[in-house]
């Protein structure tokens, strides 16, 4: 009888241990800047507006692909610590802030969803990328007035090497490519705040 008790004891502990699951690890995109400081800030602004993201990206789970192709990997257990639209803008506008501030414009924070003399729409149409291989980002964006007219869009596409086989690796170089394409934003953008209406 005791073994019976012993065997029964052995099965339901391994049972336990089946029902664990690993531990769910979450990810932020990353501007790597420093902190910013101003006195005073500039009486033209920008809003960055909310962005769109593909519906295959707009979930917890970070995408990855395979080989490149077609078919895509959602991670169950490595999510982003936000929704990727929201970390998309928090790096573009922490990016964007440092060079148009000193140009004289300053970047609105994510609560000022109304006001802004212009706005930048993003729409993220991929970003994602393979382990030890690539990511890939590709983006539309447009800068609106005040009155909705479109002063300037465009399309912004770039590859960042993945250096590793983790979510770590994949998540620093979709990070790079973000920051990368709010640097080239900040090139783009003056000159069309700066013509007249």
Request: overall charge neutral; glycine content about 8%; aromatic content about 6%.
């Amino acid at each position: 009888m005791s073994r019976r008790l012993l065997l029964l004891a052995a099965l339901l502990t391994l049972l336990t241990a089946c029902g664990r699951s690993a531990p769910t690890s979450y990810y932020l995109l990353e501007s790597s800047l420093g902190l910013v400081q101003a006195d005073g800030l500039p009486d033209k602004s920008l809003r960055v507006a909310q962005v769109n993201v593909s519906e295959y990206l707009d979930r917890n789970g970070i995408v990855s692909r395979v080989d490149g192709r077609n078919r895509l990997v959602i991670a169950g257990f490595h999510a982003w610590a936000e929704p990727l639209s929201h970390g998309v803008r928090r790096v573009v506008q922490q990016t964007l802030t440092p060079p148009l501030l000193a140009g004289g414009v300053n970047v609105l924070p994510s609560g000022d969803e109304g006001g802004g003399d212009f706005a930048l729409l993003l729409d993220v149409q991929r970003l994602d990328g393979n382990f030890d291989d690539k990511a890939v980002l590709e983006a539309r964006w447009s800068l609106r007035n005040r009155d909705n007219a479109i002063l300037g869009r465009g399309i912004y596409a770039a590859e960042e090497a993945v250096q590793g086989k983790n979510y770590d690796a994949l998540v620093a170089a979709e990070s790079s490519l973000i920051r990368r394409m709010a640097e080239h934003l900040a090139e783009k953008l003056p000159p069309l705040m700066a013509q007249k209406p």
